[in-house]
């Protein structure tokens, strides 16, 4: 099992920018694809963007072009950065790692087996 910890929450206004940081330990990721995904207050999970272990990646529509998925495995660390944030992009953001490595980006929490403890993001209008 792996421990994801997700950290860079906060509050910003709308416009700004936040860099969000998953930090794994248990495991290490080289091999996996990783997800980030958001939940919004009476809403459901629902994907943001995915990073494969070659660096691909990939983007739900309401984030394209703002927001940006990287990996660091020396330090077995993935990140989001998220540019020109919307009220509309306010939830709280959680990481998550498949059970297993290679294949496609998965974009359905469900598959996901290991999940961080989330951190709030904040946008202000």
């Known amino acids: 099992q792996v421990q994801l910890v997700e950290s860079g929450g906060g509050l910003v206004q709308a416009g700004g920018s936040l860099r969000l940081s998953c930090a794994a330990s248990g495991r290490v990721l080289n091999w996996y694809n990783m997800g980030w995904f958001r939940q919004a207050p009476g809403k459901e999970r629902e994907f943001v963007a995915g990073?494969?272990?070659?660096?691909?990646?990939s983007y739900a529509d309401s984030v394209k072009g703002r927001f940006t998925a990287s990996r660091d495995n020396a330090k077995n660390t993935v990140y989001l950065q998220m540019n020109s944030l919307k009220p509309e992009d306010t939830a709280v953001y959680f990481c998550a790692a498949p059970r297993a490595a290679w294949g496609p980006i998965l974009k359905t929490g469900a598959e996901y087996v290991d999940w961080g403890q989330g951190t709030q993001v904040t946008v202000s209008s």
């Open positions: 990073i494969s272990w070659s660096e691909n990646t």
